[in-house]
């Protein structure tokens, strides 16, 4: 799948997310959901120098001769060196570890595997507890996606069996057409729910002013 598709695939994730742990009632928390979700999404192609995620990353970096790779794990390794001096607490340790192995990894191989989801897990669950949910949703939305195109994804990594839905007759090609239309549908199905969540909050906020409050059957009476 492509980065666009991706994007508004985690995106449509992130306002699910929203909406089933109710913080869709609160601006910020909602916006920050879904933020996440979103840069999740991308975060499987980080292995990849021409993913949209390295693209915004370095932007100003070409992509020749893994030189964004490079400064990907001169990153990790400033972050080590960091956590090291300031005594970090151990998932930026596991940040820095990261970044430095999957800057030269083959594409699809970790990043797109169940041991990648759980390390995304287990570091925002002990860094931003109460947007891990929202993390590892919109990072599982990249590796369903993923899992339509012809290749499959590594889900059991290390081991090589590629797991896809190609027996389903699934197959999305990674640009094509079916590729566009599936980007399309999430953002348009993130907009309405982003829409209801706008429509429910304010209806809420008329209903605790009195706006909508119905008469009672003595008020009636005595009219």
């Known amino acids: 799948m492509t980065g666009k598709t991706h994007l508004a695939v985690g995106i449509a994730t992130g306002t699910i997310v929203a909406g089933v742990t109710g913080v869709s009632d609160e601006l910020i928390p909602t916006v920050t959901t879904i933020a996440v979700a979103g840069f999740a999404s991308l975060l499987p192609d980080i292995d990849e120098d021409g993913s949209m995620l390295n693209k915004w990353l370095f932007r100003f970096v070409p992509k020749t001769c893994q030189l964004r790779s490079i400064l990907l794990a001169l990153l990790g390794a400033v972050v080590l060196f960091l956590s090291y ?15 430095m192995v999957v800057a030269f990894v083959p594409h699809r191989t970790i990043t797109h595997s169940i041991v990648g989801t759980a390390i995304l897990a287990w570091v925002m669950q002990q860094a931003w507890p109460q947007y891990a949910l929202a993390a590892v949703a919109g990072y599982g939305s990249h590796l369903l996606t993923d899992a339509m195109t012809p290749k499959g994804i590594p889900l059991f990594w290390p081991w090589k069996l590629k797991v896809g839905f190609k027996a389903l007759g699934i197959r999305v090609k990674t640009g094509g057409g079916l590729d566009k239309v599936l980007g399309i549908i999430a953002l348009w199905c993130a907009c309405l729910l982003m829409v209801w969540f706008v429509f429910s909050f304010f209806y809420q906020e008329a209903v605790a002013a009195g706006l909508f409050s119905l008469p009672q059957p003595g008020e009636l009476r005595c009219r």
């Open 85 to 99: 001096l300031y005594k970090w607490p151990d998932w930026a340790w596991a940040c820095g570890i990261w970044a």
